[in-house]
């Protein structure tokens, strides 16, 4: 008998071995059985996944494969964990509830936070140890705010372009929260501060973090004719949604960085439609070579406080600047406001401005069909929109507003509206776009927050009702496409390598659905309901959701930054 070299025997032995680890190994979790979507927008396929420690360490056949947990996933699908874009679940975190059940039970594992310019901590390393020390159960990607290094620069006489001086203390600021581990710059550009800055001034900001291979993100600075702050009675020149779009292109181009525009959504009748020629000029900016990406809600009416009598005709007396969402300014004296409104309709010429001012609000808001009454004295109205209620009494709408506000809650508006305006058509269009990621724009379940009846339902239900209202029942977009959406997208546009993928070697981020049930349950006079069919869900390789509960754990982390700037 001729007997084979040893080498060869062990050669042989090894390539054995090779070839069945997947058998051998034990693992922290198996999730058997199930169908693999894995986030880049292919369809699923059959296979195992294989998790130890946080990583996943195999994905194929491990039917034979001992595991600490085996998680039956047989009819149901196996995604990434997926990303919430631009949210404000500081608080919720800090105050101790890093939980954050109603992002897990979406399967969201990562968020982006420090949105709308405004950095919860600063400096950036204290607010990452400090967010480190109390745990969250979801990874966090951390921005520079502009609006915190605009205060930082200006203090409190920021109602100005800065100058030059000051612009270049916002930098360094800027460059330092860079070095500590931001990801990029976020900005609120229909805020305060931030609404007084010019485009050169936000554009020497992006231009900061190009060279960290950082990412520019805005609150655009208008989503309709107007910014939110500003009515056809202001003085100052009119800033469009079309301009908004076209200054974060701009940014985009002359720094050299990705950008993204936040929650996007045109607000009110006459900008319904216009969602096609933002993703036209969006897909012009991809042709020349530009990143610019689009998050988006799934829902048609916002979150915010609708007053449709301009302010400035309820304060007792005139303030500078005061904007129309400018809920808390510290000089506006609403004492007296029913009397105040009454004496400045006596005058023809300032009634006139009311009434056309309040025309415009109306429409903002969704028009007078679009404005659904949430809460008001005289409950027989509750449920109605502005439309019924002024039909009701015989009258226009604008002059049902102003009746509101004489005889309603004793606060500016007067009434809780919910205001349903923003269009299907814009939304479908925005979410066929391969550049559109995902959003709630939302905080935290909290006890605080449950003291509010009328959170916005996306607080509980985003991401399911993206999976099945649009793409399950309406299919106006695949399932795989909405996964990825949720998944390698976002991981892509903050420059993620080892996340939004199912694939061996990356981060255990990873949910467990049933196609069948998923859904979003909540709405707009019942928000606090959490979704259904998000049957597991993984952050760190670590149960955050476990047989549709929530769990105590907090695996989630401060994550750190991959992307290396682009040569230019």
């Known amino acids: 008998m001729r007997l084979r070299p040893v080498r060869s025997l062990l050669l042989a032995t090894g390539l054995l071995l090779a070839g069945a680890p997947a058998q051998a190994q034990d693992y922290d979790v198996v999730i058997r059985g199930g169908r693999v979507l894995d986030g880049s927008g292919n369809p699923p396929f059959p296979a195992d996944v294989g998790v130890r ?87 966090l990607v951390p921005l520079v705010g502009h609006g915190t290094v605009r205060r930082l620069a200006m203090g409190e006489d920021f109602e ?18 860079m070095e500590e581990g931001a990801f990029g710059l976020s900005t609120g550009l229909e805020y305060v501060p931030m609404r007084y800055s010019t485009e050169e001034e936000v554009l ?28 056809p009675s202001s003085d ?17 181009r002359l720094a050299g960085i990705p950008v993204m525009m936040d929650h996007l959504h045109p607000k009110g009748p006459r900008e319904w439609g216009s969602g096609k020629i933002i993703t036209q000029l969006v897909d012009r900016a991809w042709r020349d070579g530009i990143e610019v990406y689009i998050n988006m809600h799934s ?8 007053v449709l009598v301009p302010r400035w005709a309820l304060v007792a007396r005139p303030v500078r600047n005061l904007g129309q969402f400018d809920a808390r300014h510290p000089d506006a004296d609403y004492r007296n406001m029913r009397e105040n409104l009454r004496r400045r309709l006596t005058h023809p010429d300032t009634a006139r401005l009311i009434r056309r001012d309040i025309a415009y609000e109306i429409d903002r808001g ?50 809780q509206w919910r205001a349903f305006a923003v269009s299907l058509l814009d939304l479908e269009e925005f979410m066929r776009k391969d550049y559109t990621a995902v ?21 509980f239900g985003t991401s399911t009702r993206l999976l099945r209202t649009f793409a399950l029942d309406r299919q106006v977009i695949s399932l795989p496409f909405a996964i990825r959406s949720l998944t390698s997208l976002p991981a892509q546009i903050l420059g993620l390598k080892d996340r939004g993928r199912v694939a061996e070697g990356l981060r255990a981020d ?7 049930t998923v859904r979003d349950k909540a709405t707009f006079f019942e928000p606090f309901q959490y979704s259904e069919g998000i049957e597991y869900v993984l952050t760190n390789g670590q149960l955050v959701v476990d047989a549709g509960k929530p769990t105590a754990a907090k695996p989630g982390r401060i994550l750190e930054r991959q992307r290396v700037a682009r040569a230019r």
């Open 160 to 177: 100005r372009p800065a100058t030059i001086a000051e612009v270049e203390r916002m930098k360094a600021l800027v460059r330092q929260g």
């Open 299 to 306: 829902y048609e009416a916002y979150d915010e406080t609708i």
């Open 236 to 252: 100052s020149k009119p800033i469009t949604n079309i301009d908004a779009v076209m200054e974060t292109i701009s940014i985009g």
């Open 510 to 516: 990873l949910v467990v659905l049933d196609p069948a």
């Open 53 to 139: 420690g946080d990583r996943i360490v195999a994905v194929g056949d491990l039917s034979r494969a001992a595991a600490r947990r085996v998680i039956d996933a047989r009819g149901r699908l196996v995604t990434p964990g997926f990303f919430a874009m631009h949210e404000h679940i500081e608080p919720a975190i800090l105050g101790g509830f890093g939980t954050l059940p109603n992002y897990t039970t979406q399967g969201f594992t990562t968020a982006v936070i420090d949105a709308d310019g405004d950095t919860e901590i600063w400096p950036l390393a204290r607010q990452r140890d400090t967010l480190t020390r109390m745990g969250s159960a979801l990874n």
């Open 439 to 459: 959003c709630l724009d939302r905080g935290g379940d909290t006890p605080r927050m449950r003291e509010n009846p009328f959170v916005h339902p996306g607080t």
């Open 204 to 231: 020497e900001l992006a231009k900061v973090v190009a060279p960290f291979g950082g990412h520019y993100q805005a609150h655009l600075r208008s989503q309709g004719q107007h910014p939110k702050w500003q009515l």
């Open 366 to 415: 969704g028009g007078p069909d679009g404005l659904l009454a949430m809460d008001y004295p005289d409950r027989a109205w509750v449920g109605k929109t502005l439309a019924q209620i002024a039909r009701l009494r015989g009258e226009d709408p604008v002059e049902t507003a102003i009746h509101i506000q004489l005889h309603g809650f004793d606060r500016p508006g007067g009434i």
